[in-house]
Each structure stands twice: as C-alpha cells, then as structure tokens.
C-alpha cells in the first residue's frame, strides 16, 4: 500500500512537473506585457470558482470585517489576477531590470539600501507575498549585494527545481526553509551577507504574534537574528503598475531595541513586522495573497 502510494505521489509531481514546464514555455514565448495580461486574465475568470477561494473570502472576512460581500469578490478577483500575472511573468524573470532608464521596475527609497563596504552588521530584508514578490530579490541581487534568500520549497520537487532555475538569474544564494536554512543564514551574516526573507506565512512551531486583531502563528527567524547580530530590518514591498511594471519601494528600517529578554524582544520586533504588513495590505488588500491558511481554524 505505502508502495502505492508512494508510486502515485511520483506520478503526480511528474505530471504537474510537465505542466509547469509547459505553462512557463508558453508564456516564455510571450512579450512580457502580454503574458501577464493573458495569465492575469485566466486566472481571474478561473480562480474565485475553485474551492481555495473559500479559504480567500474567510480570511478577508476575519481580516476586514467592514468589507461587504461585493467588496470580497472584487478583491478576490484582484488576487488571482495578481497571481496569474506573477506566474506568467516568472519566465521573463531575466528580462527585468532595476535600474535600467525607462525600465520595468523603478526603486524608491533606494538611500535606505545599505552600501558595500557600510560599516556595521549586515541588513535583514523582509517582504511579503504581495505585487510580484520576485522583483524585490531582483531589484535587491542588481545593486550587487550578494543575498542570501531564504524561500519555502514548493511540495513538488520537479516544480521547485523549475522554479529554482528560473530564479537563478538573481544571482542570489537560495535556501530552502529549515535547518539549513538557518545554518545557511548565520554563516552569511557572520560573512557580512544581507538576508532577505518572505515573512507572511504560517508557521505552525512559530509564536503567537497580531496580525489584523488576530493571533497569527508567525516565524520568529526575522527577529531572532536582528537581535543576536543587532542588524538593521529593512521592509520591502513590490507594488504592481500596468503593464508588467513595479514600483519597489524600500522603507527606512524598523526601530528596536534589546533588553534581554530574548523573548519578549522577538515577540516586540515580530509585531512590528506584522503591522507593517498589515499596512501594505490594507493599502492594497488585492496584492496580497489571502490563500494562504494564516489563521488558526
């Protein structure tokens, strides 16, 4: 039986390794602009009718009580459109260029990036899957800072080595979630090397920390590494503009402060964290991935 169903597992990830392959092909043929207007318009036609959408409409729910039901739709619309246009523009990750005059992507808040060379710890980056979270480790790996990202494997394997592939154009080391991860993150900081992080998901051995009025199980990497090497935490943000373009905008760095209590200073500079994503979102509640099982059930 564990044979079985150890063989049906493989089939699976063979079968959506192929269509992933097939799907990032096609729109590699594609002009950028097309590509993620035909991926962001599929997606907005398909994704609301499946039943993860379910999972969307409660968590705004939770979330933005204020909001009527009208209101959800719209914005659900917006996050599968959002997310149809980021897998479409995946393959043409290559082709985007941070600091190219009349580019893709433009960067504000770029006096907030610390230089080579600055004297002090290296910098902490955080973000969110939110706009096209990809072009802030691209924007970031184009200064010339080498990067150590850490990321969440996909479930499939076949897919993730695709997307690893993709990605490698960044130049950036890329680490997987775990204990290499945190190996990985502590040799780069002793090293000099800024780590940046995706700092949205749940994570079911994390602490406790509000998010939205809400307890949210949040991992507490981010701030246990800020405070044993006193590094600056930077907020990162990817704004989505028309036609495949971005706004990455860099803020100052968060205020902390170290008193000992390992404890409480993690849960003080994790709520930080989480009120400035909670701003973000509030901003533009359809560049947020609301899929995600952030919240207890």
Known sequence: MADRRSFRA????????????????????LPVAWASWLGGSCARIIGPRLRISRRARRNLKLAM???????????????????????????????????????RIEIVGQENVPRLGDPGPP???????????????????????????IYRAANNPIVDRLINQVRSVTGSELVP?????????????????????????K??????????????????ALARLALRFGSP???????RLPRARFRVVVEPPIRYQRSGDAARDTLALMTQVNQVLERWIRAK?????????????
Do not use: C
């Open 203 to 220: 994570l079911n051995d994390g602490i406790a920390v509000p998010f939205f009025g809400r307890d949210a199980m949040t991992a507490p």
């Open 177 to 201: 979630k775990g204990a290499a991860a945190a190996r990985s993150a502590l040799a780069a900081l002793h090293e000099g090397r800024p780590i940046a992080m995706l700092v949205d998901q």
């Open 285 to 297: 509640p359809d560049h947020w991935f609301w899929l995600h099982r952030r919240w207890p059930d």
């Open 10 to 29: 493989r089939a699976v990830h063979l079968i959506e390794g192929i269509g992933a392959f097939l799907m990032f092909g096609f729109f590699g043929l």
């Open 123 to 149: 910098a902490l980056f955080f973000s969110a899957h939110y706009g096209n979270w990809e072009m802030a480790q691209l924007a970031g790996a184009q200064t010339g800072l080498r990067i150590t990202q």
């Open 65 to 103: 009580p204020e909001l009527d039901d009208a209101a959800i739709e719209r914005i659900l619309r917006g996050v599968w459109d959002n997310l149809g246009r980021v897998v479409a523009e995946f393959p043409h990750l290559r082709k985007f260029n941070a600091y190219e005059p009349g580019g």
């Open 233 to 239: 935490v930077l907020p990162v943000r990817v704004e």
